[in-house]
Structure formats: C-alpha cells, structure tokens
C-alpha cells in the first residue's frame, strides 16, 4: 500500500532527524486515519482497510470518535447510547442536536443539490493561542477561497454570508456570522470602487481581499469564544452562503 509505506517513510525521517519515534494511522477517511494511528503507539502504524471499517468502529465506546469530547459523550450515557452501534441508530437531526449544532439558529443554509453554502473546516489534538487559530485559519481560507474562485468562474455568483465555527474540548459546536458584500470575496483585480453597505459608506480598496476576510473571521471567532486565552480549540471551520450573483464583474 502506498499510503503504509509514505507513512513508514515519515516515521522513519523523523526518528533519524529528530530522534523522535511516533505512530501513525492510514484508512480512507480522517476518522478512520485517526483511530488507527491510537492503535500502536508510541512507535507503530496501522492500517484499517475500507471493507473492515464498520466493522472495527461499531463495538467501540462513542469516547473513542474524534471529536466526541466529554460533554457529548455524557449527554450520550444520560440516553443509554456508549458504543458506536448505538449511536448509528440515531438520525441525522439527533446527532445534530446532540452535537449542539442547533444552538446557533441563524447558521447557513446546508448544502442539496446546487450548493448553497460551502465550507473549509478542520479537527487537530489542540489550539490553544491566537497564534495556531490564525495559522489554521490561513490554510483553511487559501483552500476556501480556491474554491469559491472556481465557482465564481462558472456561476458568477459569490457570497453574502461568513461565518467562522469553532468547537472546545468537551463542548458542541458555536459559531458567529456576518452578512458581507460580495466585493468581499473578489479577487483583488476585479475589485472596483464598489461601496459596500456595511462599510458605512466607504470604498473598498484595491487588493487585500485575503487579509479582509482574514480580519472578519479572526474576529468572528473572537466573538463566538467570549475571550482571547485560556481556551482549548478542537476544530475550526470557515462557512459561506448565501450566493448571489456578482454583476459587472469578471470571473
């Protein structure tokens, strides 16, 4: 397998540069990726193949899921749900609700059929300071703004709404938003003397679209969190919606 032997490789790398021994996991998705690499430590892989998946995951405790912290798992235990294969016999809207996605009643339209929002969001051991949110949120936005560019190529349209999401160790999700001009996500050689509504009345200038949207999103999360330290961050994410389309500019 491909992926067992560049994991090997690293592994190996790193041990012979660092000195540092580490385990690592290979599956088909993130989750399934994640629970390996927990199977062997402190210096092993392993490897869960597609068709063993199900298998492995039903008879673990929810605990074990990534991103299952102990508040999630609690309000589980009070419904009689501990393992996996009690909690595939939920619903979609369960899990949403147990997951505290509903706390936020103003979030995005979800995405059926023709997209109406997007999304770049992702899960890590920890981030505790404003240092490690910015940097994973500057992977997060380049990787979102790729693909909103694409869009825009072929619809024309960009969006309206932002919103930044996040997730503490041990809690459901929060997330803030913002309603924004489209000249927002334009890229810096379509931008114009377009006014914007919610700059009260002034224009905005040529370039910088990265580092505007970086400023609103870094305050969103400022806002969502309550603070600025002290925190513990398992998963941050970057949402849009709300298209609409862009007229007089071009793709």
Not at 45 to 65: A, D, G, N, R
Not at 116 to 134: A, L, N
Not at 156 to 176: F, K, N, Y
Request: hydrophobic share 35%; net charge positive; glycine share 8%.
């Amino acid at each position: 397998m491909k992926a067992s032997s560049l994991a090997l490789l690293m592994r190996r790398s790193v041990e012979s540069s660092l000195g540092l021994t580490s385990s690592a996991g290979i599956g088909a998705s993130k989750i399934a990726s994640k629970l390996a690499a927990g199977l062997n430590k402190p210096n092993k892989q392993t490897s869960i193949l597609p068709s063993y998946f199900y298998e492995y995951i039903t008879p673990l405790p929810v605990s074990k899921i990534p991103g299952c912290g102990v508040a999630i798992t609690e309000r589980l235990k009070k419904i009689k749900i501990e393992l996996v294969e009690d909690l595939r016999k939920l619903s979609i809207d369960q899990l949403s609700e147990l997951a505290g996605r509903t706390s936020d009643q103003s979030q995005v339209a979800a995405s059926s059929g023709d997209t109406k929002s997007m999304f770049q969001e992702d899960t890590f051991p920890r981030c505790d300071s404003m240092r490690e949110v910015t940097l994973r949120f500057t992977g997060l936005l380049k990787s979102l703004l790729k693909r909103l560019d694409a869009r825009f190529s072929a619809k024309g349209d960009l969006p309206t709404v932002l919103r930044a999401e996040l997730r503490e160790r041990g809690h459901g999700r929060i997330s803030r938003q913002k309603n924004v001009s489209v000249c927002m996500f334009l890229r810096h050689d379509d931008v114009t003397a377009e006014m914007d509504e919610n700059t009260e009345g002034k224009t905005m200038e040529h370039g910088g679209r990265f580092k505007r949207i970086m400023a609103v999103v870094l305050k969103l999360f400022k806002g969502a969190l309550g603070r600025q330290a002290g925190f513990d961050v398992t998963l941050l994410g970057i949402h849009v919606g709300q298209f609409k389309p862009a007229k007089g500019f071009r793709p």
